[in-house]
T-cell receptor, first 115, second 114 residues
Framework: GAGVSQTPSNKVTEKGKYVELRCDPI?????LYWYRQSLGQGPEFLIY????????DSGLPNDRFFAVRPEGSVSTLKIQRTERGDSAMYLC?????????????FGPGTRLLVL | GNSVTQMEGPVTLSEEAFLTINCTYT??????LFWYVQYPGEGLQLLLK?????DKGSNKGFEATYRKETTSFHLEKGSVQVSDSAVYFC?????????????FGGGTRVLVKP
């Protein structure tokens, strides 16, 4: 079946601009996660959705970052007033349930470059 | 807070060599432990996992045992192939956190030469 998909695969923007990154989870998966991976490092947690609500947004670095999942499926990560330090790979993952033993399935990521 | 430390790479091996990638963790409580792999040009994939102490996860010839006494989850494979060239990430999930957010190590790049 279809895996997690993310669009766009690459995004180049200028400092100060607004960007939206989209994630389509596996159908039926209730839990959705966003991570950020800088070059040469492991992914870092940003935010977790259970259904439509953000159950844990403790990883969002500041209030320029915001994410939504209005219908409990597709999620959008929104970054306002982008900065060069926001350049990274943004990964989305989903799991059938939020249980701590559950496998998370990752998408291919969106590579964001802020010039 | 939770953290995962894994050996830095790159690790360069010849085909059929034995591979070990060390991973140790710090966590409150008893986390579940995972190894994820990222092949060139592909997304992260789960390689194996263990959810309680002394459990052994295994897949594709790789093994890792959850050692609570040493807070470790070292990854091993007895005979690597060129196709095992990838970046390997050790990760944990916190039993006491909402959901299943993962804390990752920094990754270990493995290069297997023919």
């Amino acid at each position: 079946g279809a895996g997690v998909s993310q669009t766009p695969s690459n995004k180049v923007t200028e400092k100060g601009k607004y960007v939206e990154l989209r994630c389509d989870p596996i159908s039926g998966h209730t839990a959705l996660y966003w991570y950020r991976q800088s070059l040469g490092q492991g992914p870092e947690f940003l935010i977790y959705f259970q259904g439509t609500g953000a159950a844990d947004d403790s990883g969002l670095p500041n209030d320029r970052f915001f994410a939504v999942r209005p219908e409990g499926s597709v999620s959008t990560l929104k970054i306002q007033r982008t900065e060069r330090g926001d350049s990274a790979m943004y990964l989305c993952a989903s799991s059938l349930t939020p249980g701590h033993q559950e496998t998370q399935y990752f998408g291919p990521g969106t590579r964001l470059l802020v010039l | 807070g939770n953290s995962v430390t894994q050996m830095e790479g790159p690790v360069t091996l010849s085909e059929e060599a034995f591979l070990t990638i060390n991973c140790t963790y710090t966590a409150t409580g008893y986390p579940s432990l995972f190894w994820y792999v990222q092949y060139p040009g592909e997304g992260l994939q789960l390689l194996l996992k263990a959810t309680k102490a002394d459990d052994k996860g295994s897949n594709k010839g790789f093994e890792a045992t959850y050692r609570k006494e040493t807070t470790s989850f070292h990854l091993e494979k007895g005979s690597v192939q060129v196709s095992d060239s990838a970046v390997y990430f050790c990760a944990l999930s916190d039993l006491r956190a909402a959901g299943n957010k993962l804390t990752f190590g920094g990754g270990t790049r493995v290069l297997v030469k023919p």
